[in-house]
């Protein structure tokens, strides 16, 4: 059995941290370069014994660099390229930093799709990078897609340990009426986000 707190921030990772990865790889123009020739399914999955088929996953669905669909919650049986980790709590180590041999997934496709494995691990420290900052970028646009990526991060985060029933969110969200709360800078009308709440339900959205 798992500790609830390695679910929760396991459940953010696949669900509010990963999809970033599109908004990434649209947002910079060198990584979007990256994926102009590849057509493959990328998935990031956990071992986990407590789950039906024994896999939690998400993957994403890349035909070129405009066209990308993300599936949560969703198990692929043969993808292309695959970081699979031994367990949640490895997965949830390994994005928290704590990079070693305990933590490393195993690492498929790199040889057959090595175009796709590497576009994909260039976003995936491109994300890191961001989230893990301890100072503002220097330049503008950067600092633009940090902003945007730690707005759809926190509406998506708290809408989904809302959904975990996380006991301190789910009293806030069923004790309140019909609501709507923004994220947004002024004068940046593509960065911004939102959660909507009322009587225990939640939906992030983003714009």
Not at 16 to 35: E, T
Not at 41 to 69: C, R, Y
Request: aromatic share 10%; glycine share 6%.
């Amino acid at each position: 059995m798992h500790e609830q707190k390695e679910l929760y921030a396991n459940r953010i990772f696949f669900n509010a941290a990963l999809p970033l990865v599109k908004v990434i790889a649209n947002d910079v123009p060198s990584l979007k370069k990256q994926f102009e020739k590849v057509h493959a399914v990328i998935q990031v999955s956990a071992l986990d014994p407590d789950v039906e088929g024994g896999k939690t996953a998400m993957h994403f669905v890349v035909n070129g660099s405009d066209d990308w669909k993300v599936h949560l919650n969703a198990v692929e049986p043969n993808p292309h390229v695959e970081l699979e980790f031994k367990s949640l709590e490895a997965m949830n180590a390994f994005f928290k930093g704590k990079i070693g041999p305990a933590t490393l997934p195993k690492m498929k496709g790199m040889v057959k799709y090595f175009g796709a494995f590497k576009a994909f691990l260039m976003v995936l420290l491109k994300l890191s990078s961001l989230t893990g900052a301890t100072e503002a970028p220097k330049d503008e646009e950067t600092q633009t897609l940090m902003v945007k990526c730690f707005f759809y991060l926190l509406s998506s985060g708290i809408s989904q340990l809302n959904k975990m029933g996380h006991p301190e969110i789910k009293d806030w969200t069923t004790k309140s009426p019909d609501r709507v709360y923004s994220f947004a800078v002024d004068n940046y009308p593509q960065v911004s986000a939102y959660i909507r709440i009322k009587a225990g339900k939640s939906r992030a959205g983003r714009g």
